[in-house]
């Protein structure tokens, strides 16, 4: 599905304001979203932001206490009495993949069709097994499947009866980091064959970048910013989004004329994306993440700051340099560039792209 399709024309799912409020908790406070069809949207938040309880609602496992929501263009939450999750065309993937261990995988599969003993129902299992590469594994007991392979099993039964729309909850947290990064990959191609519109809840900002035609940043129960996934990393629209995603550091800088001054030298003032004129004399912080910044050793008169911390990450460090003005930034660097804590460095700005920036706090 191209990235580029109006999801407000051919919306599959829609929240409206939604609200849910446990007693005086107020878990979800006015998320709207737009899901178009054949997109995977992934929610994208802190712990406690309130994906899960998002989606929960969605399901039909939580009532929204204001707000509608709409599935297939019919409202199931919100006008009259809420459609029970059986009646909502929506899967749900879980976590623990909730396999049932006395049933065979072909068995897990047919669970959720109409006639599950039907020679139609029998195709479609194969046909599912086939898609999520099981093909040989029909017969086999959950139980003697890797956790990759569980995982795929559990797909092909919420992909089963076709719903509308597919929810996934956290669908790798309980896989190891290496199978993690292969399922993310496999799980985005079977929903793009599948044509499936999807919805996915993680706090793994690498994986919702990775895997989502669109990604939506939630914090404190609502949505704060739904784009593309490179549109809410390159250009966050808040200082929250732009801090949830990447290592990001703020550069205090100042405007002037056609320049613009930070405490690692001046640059033109096209460094700042969309800067307007007007600006002239103004203070912003420019969001600079560790790619965007380098340091070179440097006497300590002509330094710009000190190593204060040196992050290991297996294929680069990244250095924390705190400047003269306390502000302290990263800069990612390749094995051949080792320094040590303490050691002054200059640091200079070598972003290739225009940078975003925000008013100071
Ligand atoms: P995590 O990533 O940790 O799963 P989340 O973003 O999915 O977090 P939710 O589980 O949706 O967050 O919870 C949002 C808020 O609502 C939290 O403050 C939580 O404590 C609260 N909450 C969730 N369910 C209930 C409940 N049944 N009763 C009372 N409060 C609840």
């Known amino acids: 599905v191209a990235a580029d399709d109006d999801p407000e024309t051919d919306a599959v799912l829609e929240l409206t304001d939604v609200v849910k409020r446990y007693g005086s908790e107020t878990a979800v406070s006015g998320l709207d979203l737009t899901v178009g069809e054949g997109e995977l949207v992934t929610l994208l938040g802190p712990s406690g932001c309130g994906k899960t309880t998002t989606l929960r609602m969605i399901a039909g496992l939580e009532t929204a206490s204001e707000g509608t929501i709409a599935v297939g263009g019919d409202v199931v939450d919100g006008e009259g009495a809420p459609t029970p999750p059986e009646d909502r065309d929506v899967g749900l993937v879980f976590q623990e993949f909730a396999l049932f261990p006395h049933l065979s995988v072909a068995e897990n599969v047919a ?7 039907s020679a139609e129902a029998e195709r479609r299992v194969a046909d599912l097994l086939e898609l999520v590469g099981l093909g040989e594994y029909g017969d086999r007991s959950p139980a003697d499947l890797s ?11 919420s992909l089963a009866p076709e719903p509308d729309v597919l929810l996934l909850d956290e669908p790798f947290s309980n896989l190891d980091v290496s199978l993690r990064v292969r399922m993310r990959e496999e799980v985005k191609r079977i929903l793009d ?3 499936v519109t999807a919805v996915s809840v993680t706090h793994d900002q690498e994986e919702a970048l ?3 035609d669109r990604v939506a940043v939630v914090n404190d129960g609502r949505v704060e910013q739904v784009g593309s996934p490179g549109e809410v990393f390159e250009h966050p629209t808040s200082r929250f989004v732009a801090s949830f ?18 405490a690692v030298g001046s640059y033109d003032r096209d460094l700042l994306a969309g800067l307007g004129d007007g600006y002239a004399g103004s203070s912003v912080d420019v969001l600079v993440r560790p790619d965007d910044l380098r340091a070179t050793p440097a006497p300590e008169a002509d330094a710009d700051g000190v190593v204060v911390r040196r992050q290991y990450t297996g294929p680069s460090f990244v250095y924390h340099v705190r400047l003269h003005d306390g502000t302290v930034v990263r800069c990612l660097h390749n094995h051949t560039e080792e320094f040590e804590v303490g050691e002054p460095v200059a640091v200079t700005l070598v972003a290739d792209h225009a940078l975003a920036w925000y008013p100071p706090e």
């Open 147 to 157: 956790g990759g392979q569980r995982q795929r099993v559990a797909l092909a039964r």
């Open 111 to 117: 669970f959720g069709l109409d006639d599950p003993d």
């Open 210 to 212: 990775s895997i989502s």
């Open 193 to 195: 064959e599948a044509g």
């Open 245 to 262: 995603l990447g290592q990001a550091s703020f550069l205090p800088a100042s405007v002037t004329g056609e320049a613009v001054e930070t």
